[in-house]
């Protein structure tokens, strides 16, 4: 493993079980903390932190995407990414403490396009209430998609989480790309000439983390998978 060998400043692997026992900055690095959700191939992580003075931090399932990201942050010599191994629920309802994120974003989340697949998309409402459990007051989201359908998904995902502002409203969502570099699935999709959703939310301060708009199933008796990571 590319982080045994590594100096411990350049470690660049985290496990979630130490950021829940040691704390984010023992664990991480000092706030504030920029959380990237399903980092993929990872290049916004490395271009944000070569760029700003933030501690970040990204979280992804695949093993595989993990272990190139490691080595890609000791080849920029970046001290500041630091990588987890485990899925985003996991991460939100076990190891994150409250309000500790300064920022998130999750960018062209796996949009499981077949109706049966739906149950499996990331992006439900549980799993946004975690994420506003964890976000700092004032906190930026910023979520994209290339996928239209999807995009109604998270729009309806996100509309009952009150601690969830939407900066865009009256629109669900902006086609005008945000003032930060694109990701690689971003890329891909642009230049196969599809148009990206882009929403932009806030966490609101002084409202609970799961409090739900009338008519909305309560959070709490809602699925949230959240499983320890596979080996
Ligand atoms: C379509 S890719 C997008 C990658 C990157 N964000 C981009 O825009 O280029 C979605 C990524 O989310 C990861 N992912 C899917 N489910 C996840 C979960 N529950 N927790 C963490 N990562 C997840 C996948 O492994 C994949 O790398």
Known sequence: LVSDSAPPDLAPRVFAEALRDLGLEKAAGPPPYVLEIGFGRGELLLEMAARNARTYLGVEISRKRVEKMERRIVRAGLPNVKVVHAPAEYLLERALPEGAIAECWIHCPDPWPKKRHHRRRLLKTPLLVLLARVLAPSAR???????????????????????????????????????????????????????????SYRRRRGVPADALASGAAPAATAETAAEPPQP
């Open 141 to 199: 989201l910023g979520i994209s998609t290339d996928h239209l359908g999807y995009a109604e998904w998270i729009h309806t995902a996100l509309e009952p989480v009150l601690a969830l502002e939407n900066l865009d409203t009256p629109l669900p969502w902006s086609f005008e790309p945000p003032p930060r570099p694109t990701t690689a699935f971003e890329r891909d999709w642009i230049t196969d000439g599809r148009r990206i959703a882009y929403f």
